[in-house]
């Protein structure tokens, strides 16, 4: 998403409202991404996974807090008793992958 919205000369520098010469790319690019995000989004059946709606639809113990680090939302756990955790309904004989990314800070 970051990167069709930084694609440059897609609209005239000097009328707005006029398509350059990009504009094109850009809205195909777009619409592309855009039908991309709602796929994924529909086949995940972890709800708000990515964090992006703080922890909604999540069950919370402990001290969790969701950040905004570098413009992507984050999890962070104040200590090893917090966490969250969600209730999914899986099917018989499929199979699922579950991607996580952690990091583990030193705190003395």
Same mark, same amino acid.
């Given at each position: 998403?970051?990167?069709?919205?930084?694609?440059?000369?897609?609209?005239?520098?000097?009328?707005? *409202?006029?398509?350059?010469?990009?504009? *094109?790319?850009?809205?195909?690019?777009?619409? #592309?991404?855009?039908?991309?995000?709602?796929?994924?989004?529909? #086949?995940?059946?972890?709800?708000?996974? *990515?964090?992006?709606?703080?922890?909604?639809?999540?069950?919370?113990?402990?001290?969790? *807090?969701?950040?905004?680090?570098?413009? $992507?939302?984050? %999890? $962070? %756990?104040?200590?090893?008793?917090?966490?969250?955790?969600?209730?999914?309904? %899986?099917?018989?004989?499929?199979?699922? $992958? %579950? #991607? $996580?990314?952690?990091?583990?800070?030193?705190?003395?």
């Amino acid at each position: 998403e970051y990167l069709v919205q930084s694609i440059p000369y897609v609209y005239n520098d000097w009328l707005s *409202d006029v398509p350059g010469m990009n504009y *094109d790319i850009y809205v195909e690019l777009d619409a #592309r991404v855009a039908q991309a995000r709602y796929l994924y989004d529909t #086949r995940n059946i972890i709800k708000n996974g *990515d964090f992006t709606q703080g922890v909604m639809g999540w069950h919370v113990t402990g001290n969790a *807090d969701v950040q905004q680090i570098d413009g $992507v939302s984050v %999890l $962070v %756990l104040s200590n090893w008793s917090a966490g969250v955790s969600q209730n999914v309904h %899986l099917q018989h004989n499929h199979g699922y $992958v %579950l #991607r $996580v990314i952690a990091l583990k800070r030193r705190t003395w």
